[in-house]
Structures are given as C-alpha cells and as structure tokens.
C-alpha cells in the first residue's frame, strides 16, 4: 500500500509523524491560493522526479505509483531523463550503456554526479509551471536535484528509498567513489522531510545514516489484486501431479539464484518431475540456459523472453510453486507480492525482510538460505510443499496482498 503523506497546499508547513512504520502528517500554517485549498481537500500537485534510464522493475514501479496518486485525485508531473522516455520494457538506454562501456567506472560516477545541473534545470522549470505543494522522488545514488529544489524552494520533500544503493553498487557494481558515494546517500536521505523504505529493514539503516525516527515511513511496495485471477477454491494435492511446474518472474540477474533451482532440479530423482518456468528475460538467462544444457535438463527450464504486463497473472496462474531463490537483505520483492495476489504456493528463503511478507507455514514455505551445499534447502521446501496435503494450491494458501491503494 502506499502511504502518501497527508498534505495540504501551503506557504509555510509543519511537519509531524510517528516511528518507522507510522503514518506521517504535514499540517499547515498559512494558506495557499483559495482555488487550490479548502477545507478537508486533500487534491495535491505532485512533482515526481526520477533519474531511471532502464525499463525494467523500476519503471513499473513508477508507474504504479503515479497511476494510483493520479487515481486519487492527485494532479502528477513526472520529470527524468528525456533518454528514458524512448527506452523499451527490459532495455535501458543506448546512451548509458555507451557511457558504461567508454569511461571507466569512477568518471561513469562524477558523471552521475555531473548531471545534477541538467536534472535540477529541468526540475526547477517544472516546479515554476507546475507550482507543486510537495516534490517525491525515487532515491537513486549521487542523485540530488530533488532535494535541492526542495531546500531552495521550501517545499516537502519525500524520498522513496528502495535499496540502499551505496552498499548495492559496491557490492554488485564495483563501485570506485564509496566515500562520495556515502557521503551523496546520507545527503538525500537527511534533507527529505519523510523517507520513505519499503522494508523496516531497509528502516533500520536510514536510521543509522543519522535520519531521525519521525521522518522514517515505511511504505511497502504492491500490486493491484484485481488483475490476477482466483485460484481455484479446492485445493490440488501436488504431491498427485505428474510434474510439478517450480515458477520464477521478473529480470533475470545473478543474484536471483536461479542457478542453484536448475542445479536442485537435476538432482532429484524423485516423483513428481520438476521443471522452471521463468516469465521474463535478463543477463543472466544465457549462462542458466548453459546451465541446464550442461545438466541435461534443457527441456525442463523455459524462458518466455519479455512478456507484456497484461499477460504476467496469467502466466504466474501457470505455476504450481512459485519461487523466490535468493532475495537481498533490504528489499520488498515485487515478485513475491505478485505471487501472494496469484494465490500460488511459494518457496522463499527465511529472512527479515522477507518475513515481513510472509509467515513461515501458513503463506509460504521458507528456507535457510545460509544451508550449504546451495538450493539444498530450497529443494527440501518445495518436495515438503509436494507432500503436504495441507500445502495444496488455492485460498488456503492466499494472503492479502498489498495494493497500491494511495491513502
């Protein structure tokens, strides 16, 4: 659900809220023009600003969110890179991957760096045409323009703080500049009057970067529930299926895990069969289809390639387990919310923030991921969930997933 703090248009505004977890409240001192407020209006002009140059979950995240504060009534402009505008689903701009191949990884980051000026230009014009009453932004890192104009201007500043991108980059993106790195995150982070995580664990570090306990929210990604279909109302004992179909969705990286699921899949030798069907493409799909060639179970792993939004619950309906190999410690997984609306049994591994999805037992099976050889307990998790008549599919297993909804 997101959770959009209460504002009202204003001159001049006072900010109050809870802990982590809490709602926020940003009460007013002096009013704005008489057309724009009234008394218990709560119709906002948002200024969305992001830096997203691929078009992958990110996008359709964004996305989410400006369709549902539009559906409430909220007036949204949204400012990013006019390359991203003409980037394709699963794709990122030609530009950037240009820059990434010519320059070395440190002058990539005073680039980034560099195009604060552009991105503040090009915000500061729309907040003068715009006249926003608050400025939300997507975190990314050396991203600053939004808290700047926010500053200059007086107005609210809400930062929604996906990953913690500093500790991210140096760990999967060779990272060169960690002091300014540092130094650019805990900058955007302190100057946004409500910071917003998508995990109480990802909470837990903006507190320790030094943002105080009342400016901290965290707002949970979603889904829309209506687009996915019912599953059926009795329950299908898997352990009776000929081949159980173990399902993944979303871009393809390597720290998904996949490769421990193929390399568990050609292990059994048990009933019923196992096969992977992954709704979705990335850059590590040729090294799992290598993968499953070397094993001898190319047969059992399918890709779909990019599939259209549309088509994504009906093609998750299709899984028997849906599977959640690997997750980082910090972040909400859409995939696992899509999977919660699917009504599919799920297999995920059993950490923090992934807790804060599920109940172990009740809504998914969950396994240590820190268990070695890799997979192991994955695998043990989904013949459990085969076995267990009361593992079947259906409303047994169906949580209430989390919407969009603005409130």
């Not at 980051?109 to 045409?129: F, G, M, T």
Request: glycine share 8%.
């Amino acid at each position: 659900m997101l959770l959009l703090a209460r504002l009202k248009p204003r001159a001049g505004f006072r900010l109050s809220g809870g802990a982590a977890g809490a709602p926020s409240q940003v009460q007013t001192r002096t009013a704005a023009s008489p057309a724009r407020q009234c008394e218990g209006d709560r119709r906002l002009r948002v200024l969305y600003s992001h830096r997203i140059l691929s078009w992958d979950g990110q996008g359709l995240h964004v996305e989410a969110i400006v369709a549902e504060l539009r559906a409430s009534g909220h007036e949204v402009r949204v400012v990013g890179p006019p390359a991203g505008e003409r980037v394709e689903l699963g794709s990122e701009s030609g530009l950037l991957t240009l820059v990434r191949r010519l320059l070395p990884a440190f002058a990539t980051e005073l680039a980034e760096l560099a195009y604060n000026a552009p991105a503040y230009w090009r915000l500061a014009r729309a907040a003068r045409e715009f006249r926003p009453d608050v400025i939300y932004e997507r975190y990314n890192l050396f991203f600053l323009a939004g808290a700047l104009l926010a500053r200059r201007r007086r107005l609210p500043f809400l930062l929604e703080v996906n990953s913690p991108l500093a500790i991210e980059r140096a760990r999967f993106h060779n990272l060169r500049l960690r002091r300014l790195a540092r130094w650019s995150e805990g900058f955007a982070w302190r100057s946004a009057d409500r910071v917003l995580p998508v995990t109480e664990v990802l909470a837990k570090q903006i507190l320790a970067a030094g943002v105080p306990r009342e400016r901290v929210v965290v707002m949970p990604n979603g889904v829309h529930p209506e687009e996915f279909p019912s599953p059926p109302r009795l329950p299908v004992r898997l352990g009776d299926k000929e081949e159980l179909v173990l399902g993944f969705v979303g871009f393809v990286r390597e720290w998904h895990g996949l490769d421990a699921a193929i390399r568990e899949i050609a292990a059994w030798g048990g009933r019923p069969r196992l096969s992977l069907f992954v709704v979705g493409d990335g850059p590590a799909r040729r090294d799992l289809e290598d993968l499953a060639a070397r094993l001898g179970v190319t047969e059992r792993v399918r890709f779909t390639g990019l599939a259209n939004r549309s088509e994504v619950p009906r093609l998750i309906a299709s899984f028997d387990i849906a599977l959640q190999p690997s997750a980082v410690p910090y972040a909400c997984p859409l995939k696992v919310l899509e999977y919660m609306a699917a009504g599919r049994a799920i297999v995920a591994p059993d950490q923090p923030n992934v807790r804060e999805l599920l109940v172990n037992g009740y809504t998914a099976l969950l396994f240590d991921p820190s268990r070695q050889p890799a997979g192991h307990a994955m695998r043990e998790a989904i013949v459990r969930l085969a076995n267990d008549q009361r593992c079947g599919l259906g409303s047994a297993l169906r949580p209430e997933p989390r919407s969009w909804r603005v409130t």
